[in-house]
């Protein structure tokens, strides 16, 4: 198998500061490079690669820097986790073609993926997320996947890939695909169809008014998941410039408390973000957006090594109840005050404190519902 080095080009920490460099505390500083004395990225558990494709969007061959953009306004951030190891492996080099890149991209992530390393990927056109997902195969495992995206990417009469790639998502064999979840669609961005398309395989899509309603109950949604892919078109203009077609959508804040999920999964160990265009940016805002998000991620990471095994009851309160006349557990984490509920076949599933309250009332959560329609 050809190393995945191969398909790596390292940045050097001068390309990314705009001064003498990174003061002792800074992600700059710590962050380890090609440039960093004994380099190993299997002494990372975060690693960070960039993607410099983004032909699936608008077929330009135009270089992007938004990789190198991101990470200048990432390792200026200060680095609270010291004990959580990021490593940067650089950017992923563009291929002749889209496909030769969906391959290089695969195969660098397949290889971390194996290595059982928690990746973060900048960068490129939302196509990216086929790859991946792809890169998942070699693992063998049914996985559950999230989106974080204004539009849901089922127009089949787009030419773009970055308007269709849910559909090799989809239907594509051999398929891994578990479960899947969109959060924060905006319905006037969505063709009826489509909603009835993903509603029909049985997939949650969750519309951003009832996100924004109550955005803890994405917690679970992402807690389940195995790798989530989130587009900047979700973020309001205001929030992130480059998305001009978005008066509406998500706050930097809220993009910021779903990556912090997103790290607190057990699950979880990849992460996309797609969709920066520096062109269309102002005063790098959304790049700084990214990086902040990138941030809490790790937070997030922190936060979850916090967590105790659900074996371990002593940190644990159990509330068994009886709704409709089925019985259950509910489990809440003492440490961390996240909820999980018990299935009939005895398996626990990521779940909220209103799901508790529902079925505290005689009635059936809708999340129980819908696991259990799926299993």
């Known amino acids: ?31 380890l490079t090609e440039e960093t004395e004994y380099f190993d990225v299997n002494n990372a558990d975060v690693v ?37 190891k990021i490593a940067d492996i650089g950017n992923i080099k563009k291929g002749a073609t889209l496909n030769d890149s969906y391959a ?8 971390l993926y194996i290595r059982k390393k928690i990746v973060i990927i900048i960068g490129g056109s939302h196509d990216i997320t086929l790859a991946q997902y792809l890169a ?26 970055a308007d269709i790639f849910l559909m090799e998502m989809f239907t594509g064999e051999p398929n891994l695909m578990k479960h899947y979840n969109h959060i924060a669609f905006q319905s006037y961005f969505v063709h009826p169809r489509m909603l009835q398309t993903v509603d ?30 989130f587009d900047i078109a979700a973020i309001k203009y205001s929030d992130a410039p480059t998305n001009k077609n978005c008066p509406n959508g998500l706050t930097g804040i809220e993009a910021c408390t779903l990556t912090r999920y997103a790290g607190m ?31 809490y991620f790790i937070d997030g990471q922190h936060r979850k090594n916090q967590e105790s095994s659900l074996e371990d009851r002593n940190n644990f309160n159990e509330y068994h109840t009886v709704f409709a006349e089925v019985e259950t557990l ?4 003492k440490r961390t005050n996240r909820w999980w509920m018990q299935m009939p076949d005895g398996k626990f599933v990521a779940c909220s404190y209103n799901d508790y309250l529902v079925a505290g009332k005689n009635d059936f959560p809708e999340r129980w519902l819908r696991v259990q329609e799926r299993n």
């Open 330 to 333: 509910f489990l809440q984490s």
């Open 136 to 161: 998942y195969k070699s693992t063998n495992q049914m996985l559950e996947a999230t989106c974080v995206d204004a539009y849901i990417n089922l127009d089949a009469e787009s030419r773009k890939p």
């Open 265 to 295: 999964s057990d699950k979880l160990n990849s992460i996309g973000f797609y969709g920066y265009n520096p062109t269309d940016d102002v005063s790098e805002i959304t790049a700084s957006q990214i990086a902040q998000m990138c941030w």
């Open 48 to 84: 960070l690669v960039g993607v410099l494709e983004n032909r699936g969007n608008d077929g330009s061959k135009k270089e992007n820097n938004a990789a190198n953009i991101i990470r200048k306004q990432l390792y200026k951030l200060h680095y609270w986790h010291s004990e959580i």
């Open 1 to 31: 198998m050809q190393d995945f080095y191969d398909f790596l080009e390292t940045v050097s920490l001068a390309q990314i500061s705009e001064d003498e460099g990174y003061i002792d505390g800074q992600i700059g500083k710590h962050i």
């Open 104 to 111: 290089a991209i695969k195969t660098v992530l397949e290889e």
């Open 200 to 229: 029909k395989l049985r997939f949650d899509c969750y519309r951003l008014g009832n996100v924004l309603d109550n955005i803890v109950e994405m917690e679970p949604v992402i807690r389940n998941s195995h790798m989530l892919s």
